[in-house]
């Protein structure tokens, strides 16, 4: 069984940078293609950031050169580094894990919130 835990979400200006983190449990982290969504408010849930296991990344084309995506398999950690945030970013941002084709997995969402 794969739990998600996501933290580092809040309240920050337009332009400044926030980092999440989502804590991993289980014994297959190595093995999962990780990643980021978001839900804005009113829209539907989207993808963010992709890392494979390998360690190959995917962006979504409005977060490019803004967002980084990273993973530490030792810590079964995954981190989004997020700068030069703007309004447009508010959502809920969602951990996700999956193996393959198997389950979908999902953390409880982290709210970011960005001020202009």
């Known amino acids: 069984q794969v739990q998600l835990v996501e933290s580092g979400g809040g309240l920050v200006q337009s332009g400044g940078s926030l980092r999440l983190s989502c804590a991993v449990s289980?014994?297959?982290?190595?093995?999962?293609?990780m990643g980021w969504y978001r839900q804005p408010p009113g829209k539907q849930r989207e993808l963010v950031a992709i890392i494979s296991s390998g360690g190959s990344t995917t962006y979504t084309d409005s977060v490019k050169g803004r967002f980084t995506i990273s993973r530490d398999n030792a810590k079964k950690m995954v981190y989004l580094q997020m700068n030069s945030l703007s309004p447009e970013d508010t959502a809920v941002y969602y951990c996700?894990?999956?193996?393959?084709?198997?389950?979908?997995?999902w953390g409880q969402g982290t709210q970011v919130t960005v001020s202009s």
């Open positions: 289980g014994n297959i982290f190595s093995s999962l293609s």
């Open positions: 996700y894990a999956r193996r393959n084709t198997g389950p979908i997995y």
